[in-house]
């Protein structure tokens, strides 16, 4: 069961973008620019898009263009060929999501997740550093207590004690209290997100305390952003 709610060495920082400022969608003109920025990161042209979704070249030209009466069952269907969904949800009070450039610990869940769901483990890594750059930079208690409200579960019970533990273990440091979804048991097995049999000893002697009497082993680097 997850403890959440239920609901790298020297490379380069994520390129995709899950802050919440940059994917707000309030207009034709917004749902454009994801669409079309979504699609360039997959390395996609329009046509290639349109055919996976099964919607006319044009049609999505006029989309990305910030066209007003895109019918939204073809909408939909771009969407969820890009991997993106379309809700609506209220920004946290006294937090205006729209204006927010950094990530709150449940962005971060909901980015573990969406990478692990493409298998992509080591982008999943670089969005937790991520995370971590952020919680560093905050200093308003209203930020603070954004960043810190309990997250939805990554899909993994592994990762979500990442996430808590990595979360306490930047809490301890700043030497403010750690929200009590933090406090998580140990795995039941080890585990090494990132394995590799020869730096087994190595990883071992890296990995932050706070890690490994949770049975992760997690070389401390992993976890700042290059």
């Given at each position: 069961?997850?403890p959440?709610?239920?609901?790298?060495?020297?490379?380069?920082?994520?390129?995709?973008?899950?802050?919440?400022?940059a994917?707000?969608?309030?207009?034709?003109?917004?749902?454009?620019?994801?669409?079309?920025?979504?699609?360039?990161?997959?390395?996609?042209?329009?046509?290639?898009?349109?055919?996976?979704?099964?919607?006319?070249?044009?049609?999505?030209v006029s989309?990305?263009?910030?066209?007003?009466?895109?019918?939204?069952?073809?909408?939909?269907?771009?969407?969820?060929?890009?991997?993106?969904?379309?809700?609506?949800?209220a920004?946290?009070?006294?937090?205006?999501?729209?204006?927010r450039?950094?990530?709150?610990?449940?962005?971060?869940?909901?980015?573990?997740?969406?990478?692990?769901?493409?298998?992509?483990?080591?982008?999943?890594?670089?969005?937790?550093?991520?995370?971590?750059a952020?919680?560093?930079?905050?200093?308003?208690?209203?930020?603070?207590?954004?960043?810190?409200?309990?997250?939805?579960?990554?899909?993994?019970?592994?990762?979500?004690?990442?996430?808590?533990?990595?979360?306490?273990?930047?809490?301890?440091l700043?030497?403010?209290?750690?929200?009590?979804?933090?406090?998580?048991?140990?795995?039941?097995?080890?585990?090494?997100?990132i394995?590799?049999?020869?730096?087994?000893?190595?990883?071992?002697q890296?990995?932050?305390?706070?890690?490994s009497?949770h049975?992760?082993?997690?070389?401390?680097r992993?976890l700042?952003?290059?």
């Open positions: 069961m997850s959440f709610g239920d609901t790298l060495y020297g490379r380069p920082m994520a390129s995709r973008d899950y802050l919440p400022g994917n707000a969608v309030r207009d034709p003109g917004d749902l454009g620019a994801a669409v079309r920025a979504a699609r360039r990161a997959r390395g996609w042209t329009q046509a290639e898009l349109a055919a996976r979704a099964r919607v006319g070249r044009q049609w999505l989309l990305e263009r910030g066209h007003e009466r895109a019918e939204l069952g073809l909408v939909l269907a771009v969407l969820r060929e890009l991997g993106l969904e379309l809700g609506a949800t920004g946290a009070a006294g937090i205006d999501d729209a204006r450039t950094w990530m709150t610990a449940a962005d971060t869940a909901r980015a573990i997740r969406d990478e692990l769901a493409r298998k992509d483990e080591d982008f999943a890594l670089r969005m937790l550093a991520r995370c971590v952020d919680f560093r930079a905050l200093i308003a208690p209203p930020d603070l207590d954004a960043f810190l409200a309990r997250p939805p579960s990554t899909g993994d019970i592994r990762w979500d004690t990442l996430l808590a533990t990595t979360v306490s273990r930047e809490c301890r700043r030497q403010i209290p750690a929200p009590d979804w933090t406090e998580v048991p140990a795995l039941p097995s080890w585990w090494f997100p394995p590799d049999a020869l730096l087994v000893a190595r990883t071992m890296r990995t932050p305390i706070e890690l009497i049975g992760i082993w997690l070389d401390g992993a700042e952003s290059a």
